[in-house]
Each structure stands twice: as C-alpha cells, then as structure tokens.
C-alpha cells in the first residue's frame, strides 16, 4: 500500500529557499505522476506543480513559474518541489499527490485536486519577516 511523507518545510524569510521531499513507501512511484498542492487557513487546496510519470514534462501555477521546481529521483522514490524566491506572507500546508492510476503521461495543466488517488500528510511552510 502506497504511503506517501512529506518534509521539509518550516519557516523562512521572504527571498528565501526551501525544498521539500515527498518520499513514497509501499511502492514505487516509477510510473506514476506527482503532484504538488497547498493550502491556506480557510481557502481550498490549489495547485501548485506537477511532474508527469517519465519524469519528461512538469508544469506550474502562474504565481510561481520560474521560482519553483519540481523533481523526482526515483532510485530514491522521492519526489521534491524546490522553492526559490519565496514571497512574504504567507502560511500554506504543501502536500504531495499521486495520481490514481498509472501513466498518466502528461503534466499540462495545474493540477487539480480530484486528479490524484494517494495524498501525503502536509508539511507546513510560514513565510514571514
């Protein structure tokens, strides 16, 4: 059964960087896309970035292009969103997904919630000054 952890996050000033891990157990993640949300206190869960199953595409919201990365090392079954450039302020839990079924091979779209099958527990990320 497919179990999915995420660490990383904590508090860092505006500008800052961070890089969070999404790392599976139970099963691979080799021929599975990922996922990554986050949500706010009182707001719904919203996409963040995505990596498609080969590793070949991903694809992000506007509000954080060029600033945020997703990756995956598969020798490691983990999968990591770097985060550059964090801007002030803001509180969010960051989850990594899984889709529900395999090979899904396109990642073109920000993802949406009702995509994923497998959800990771959330790891809490403060921007603050």
């Known amino acids: 059964q497919l179990q999915l952890v995420e660490s990383g996050g904590g508090l860092v000033q505006p500008g800052g960087s961070l890089r969070l891990s999404c790392s599976a157990s139970g099963a691979t993640l080799d021929n599975y896309g990922v996922g990554w949300l986050r949500q706010a206190p009182g707001k719904e869960r919203e996409g963040v970035g995505c990596?498609?199953?080969?590793?070949?595409?991903?694809n992000y919201a506007e509000s954080v292009r060029n600033r945020f990365t997703v990756s995956r090392d598969n020798a490691k079954n983990t999968v990591y969103l770097q985060m550059d450039g964090l801007r002030p302020d803001a509180t969010d839990v960051y989850y990594c997904a899984v889709d529900r079924d395999p090979y899904v091979a396109t990642c073109k779209e920000v993802p949406q919630p009702g995509r994923y099958g497998y959800w990771g527990q959330g790891t809490q990320v403060t921007i603050s000054s």
């Open positions: 990596i498609s199953w080969n590793g070949l595409s991903t």
